[in-house]
C-alpha cells in the first residue's frame, strides 16, 4: 500500500502539471504530456493537436481550469497503464466537460496515449 500511496501521488504530481501547462496554455509544455503514440479514433496527434491547442487557448483566458471528480484507475500488465476521469471545468465556470485520458509510463514519464469524452 505504501508504495501505491508513492505511485500515486508522483502520477498526480504529474496530473497537476499537466492541469497547470493547459491552464497557463504553455502549448510546448502541454505537449510534452503527450505521447508520440497517441491515437483518438484514427487521429493522430498531429491530427488531435488543434483541438488540444483550442482547449488550452479558453482555459488560459479563463485563469486554468480545475479537475472536478478525479477517478485514477491504474493497472499493469505489458506497460504501466493509468485511466483517468474528470470534469475539467474552466476557473469561474460552473460547467465543464467530462474527459478520460490514458497514460502509460514511457521511459519513466507518464504520457497520454488516448485522451476523449467517456
Known amino acids: 500500500p505504501q508504495a501505491m500511496d508513492q505511485e500515486r501521488?508522483?502520477?498526480?504530481?504529474t496530473l497537476q502539471a499537466w492541469r497547470s501547462a493547459?491552464?497557463?496554455?504553455?502549448l510546448p509544455q502541454?505537449?510534452?504530456f503527450y505521447s508520440s503514440?497517441?491515437?483518438n479514433q484514427g487521429?493522430?496527434?498531429?491530427q488531435w493537436w488543434s483541438k488540444v491547442e483550442g482547449e488550452a487557448r479558453v482555459a488560459s483566458s479563463a485563469g486554468g481550469v480545475e479537475l472536478k471528480d478525479l477517478s485514477l484507475l491504474q493497472w499493469r500488465d505489458s506497460q504501466d497503464t493509468m485511466v483517468v476521469t474528470f470534469g475539467e471545468v474552466a476557473l469561474g465556470q460552473t460547467r465543464g466537460s467530462t474527459k478520460r485520458q490514458y497514460w502509460a509510463r514511457?521511459?519513466?514519464q507518464w504520457k497520454i496515449f488516448f485522451e476523449g469524452t467517456p
Open 9 to 13: 501521488r508522483r502520477f498526480e504530481t
Open 22 to 26: 493547459k491552464g497557463q496554455g504553455d
Open 30 to 32: 502541454l505537449r510534452s
Open 37 to 39: 503514440r497517441f491515437q
Open 43 to 46: 487521429r493522430n496527434l498531429s
Open 106 to 108: 514511457e521511459n519513466d
